[in-house]
Every structure is written in C-alpha cells, then in structure tokens.
Antibody, heavy 122, light 109 residues
C-alpha cells in the first residue's frame, strides 16, 4: 500500500524558514517523480515544485522560485521542501504527491499525502 | 503558460441528476494530458480521470471524461450524495509541468 506522510509544518514568522519532509512507502521510490502541491485556507490547489526520480529535472512555480528548494534522498525514501524567505501568502496545507512516472513531464498524481500545515505570521 | 478555467464555479443539484463540468485551457493541452481530481472537505484530492478520458482505478463508471485541445469535460451521471465535493482539472503535458484549474464546487442537495 502506497503511503505518503508529510511532516515539518508549523508556525513561522515572515522571513523565516521551514523544511518539510515527505516519507514514502509501498512503492519503489526512485522510479517515480514526486511533487509538492499546496492549498491555502479555503482556496484551490497550487502546484509548488516537482523533482524527477533521479533528481535530474526540477521545476518550480514562479511564486516560489528562488525561495524554495525541492530535493530527495532516494536511500531514505524521502522528499524534502526547504522553504526560505517565507511570506504570509505561503500559508497553506502542503501536500506531497506521487507522480505516475520517473520523469516530470507527462505524468499526473496518483497518490497524495494528508498534508502538513504551514502558517506564516506577519 | 497554460491557464485552466473551470465552469461553473458552484452548482447545486439533486441525487440522480446528471452534471457536466467544464475545463477550458488558454492554449492546446499537449497529448490530452488532462486529469480530474475530486476533493472532499478535510481530505486530500483523489484522482478520478487521466488522459482526459481514462478512469483511475476504483472510480465508478458514473464518472467519465472527454475532450481534447482546449476544451475538456467531466460528466457525472446519476449523482449520489457522496459526490458532493470540489472538482479540479489539471494539465500535465506543457510548461509549467503542472497547472490546476480553480475548481468547481458541486453540492448534492
């Protein structure tokens, strides 16, 4: 059974940093691209960042480019999101999502975690 | 950059009715790389449809998707109370690699 468990969320002041983790199990982690998707309170889904299975391809949404860094440790079946220079508008539930293939393009999300809440106070 | 616009924003229907949700792209979606997700309150999104028209594992055949190019639809026949949710379309074939529509909220009264 595929499981994705996010952690690392919390309350942080504007300008601060947080590191989110996503622990994966139930599938061969290195074979799949992984992504972070966020949802601000009462709002829709926003894709944040995506990383290919071998970390060779990485993309970011314009809203986080230069501030967030996605990475993965395949030996630990874990993906990370380092978030720096946080702003109030980064307040959201952050989901970890598994893609359906190794590469970033041409794949959709077949499994999602339950999310970890990030609150940025101004 | 592809922008997805969903309509209507909200709708309220009765059990047993049929509904069609729309997702329009600002430019052609590469390779019919269009998916639909269902999100119920307090839950993570669930994959319904991929490749514009293929149902995900375990999704009842009441759910169907169609479309190509810039116009896509999700149809739910014979609505049931548990279909109350927000529905999102997503493109995954162009740059940026992913983009979601703003969602359609469906209420079953």
């Amino acid at each position: 059974e595929v499981q994705l468990v996010e952690s690392g969320g919390g309350l942080v002041q504007s300008g601060g940093s947080l590191r989110l983790s996503c622990a994966a199990s139930g599938f061969t982690f290195i074979n799949y691209a992984m992504a972070w998707v966020r949802q601000a309170p009462g709002k829709g889904l926003e894709w944040v960042a995506v990383i290919s299975g071998g970390s060779g391809n990485i993309y970011y949404a314009d809203s986080v480019k230069g501030r967030f860094t996605i990475s993965r440790a395949n030996s630990k079946n874990t993906m990370y999101l380092q978030m720096n220079s946080l702003r109030a508008e980064d307040t959201a539930l952050y989901y970890c999502a598994k893609e359906t293939g190794y590469m970033v393009r041409g794949n959709y999300f077949d499994y999602w975690g339950q999310g970890t809440l990030v609150t940025v106070s101004s | 950059e592809i922008v997805l616009t969903q309509s209507p924003g909200t709708l309220s229907l009765s059990p047993g009715e049929r509904v069609t949700l729309s997702c329009r792209a600002s430019q052609s979606v590469s390779g019919t790389y269009l998916a639909w997700y269902q999100q119920k309150p307090g839950q993570a999104p669930r994959l319904l449809i991929y490749g514009a028209s293929s149902r995900a594992t375990g999704i009842p055949d009441r759910f169907s998707g169609s479309g190509s190019g810039t116009d896509f639809t999700l149809t739910i026949s014979r609505l049931e109370p548990e279909d109350s949710a927000v529905y999102y379309c997503q493109q995954y074939g162009s740059s940026p690699p992913h983009a979601f529509g703003q969602g359609t909220k469906l209420e079953i009264k």
